[in-house]
Nanobody, 112 residues
């Protein structure tokens, strides 16, 4: 059974940082692009960032460029999202994604 399990969410003040992790099990994703999406209350799920299997190419939404960093450890089948300079607009449930699989999400709340 394939599972993606996110962790690292929480409550943080504006300007703070959080590091999200997504651990995959059930199969290896080392050859696949993995990414992060988020969904704020009342809004559609939106793309945040993704990273190719080698880590050689990353893509970011304009809203997080320069503040968030995506990385991966293929040996651990894990992808990370380092989030810096957080602001209240970053409040959302953050989801990990890989080849059609989704995690259950982790809540990130940024207070002003």
């Amino acid at each position: 059974q394939v599972q993606l399990v996110e962790s690292g969410g929480g409550l943080v003040q504006a300007g703070g940082s959080l590091r999200l992790s997504c651990a995959a099990s059930g199969r290896t994703f080392r050859w696949n692009t993995m990414g992060w999406f988020r969904q704020a209350p009342g809004k559609e799920r939106e793309f945040v960032a993704n990273i190719t299997w080698s880590g050689g190419r990353t893509n970011y939404a304009d809203s997080v460029k320069g503040r968030f960093i995506i990385s991966r450890d293929n040996a651990k089948n894990t992808v990370y999202l380092q989030m810096n300079s957080l602001n209240p607009e970053d409040t959302a449930v953050y989801y990990c994604n890989a080849v059609g699989y989704w995690g259950q999400g982790t809540q990130v709340t940024v207070s002003s």
